[in-house]
């Protein structure tokens, strides 16, 4: 396993050191095992970040997700299965992105 920089929240220091391995990585670190579903959330967060140059928070997450997906997946309950707790802040970890702004 590589040594990852991690800030005081778990979230990458270098965001140049994510690949699909360190994302397998932090993921484990929360109990999660990476599956199809995990990676088209995933691989969107970081094509929202590419256009946006931040990780969304809770609601932008939901809303952006439900407009490239469809609701069935841009809701709560489904972000919450795959990325429990606050699945924003999960999914950017995972995702080798900086923590969402105006999440808590």
Known sequence: MKDLKLDKDGYLVNLSD????VAHQLAAEDDLVL???HWE????LREYY?????APSQRPFV???ANQLGKDKGN???LMKLFPGSPA???ARIAGLPRP????
């Open 50 to 54: 590419q256009k946006f140059e931040h």
């Open 89 to 91: 802040k999960l999914a």
């Open 76 to 78: 709560s309950i489904y």
């Open 41 to 44: 959330v995933l691989n969107l």
């Open 35 to 37: 599956r199809d579903d």
């Open 63 to 65: 809303k952006y997700v």
């Open 18 to 21: 994510w690949s699909p391995e």
């Open 101 to 104: 702004t105006n999440c808590f």
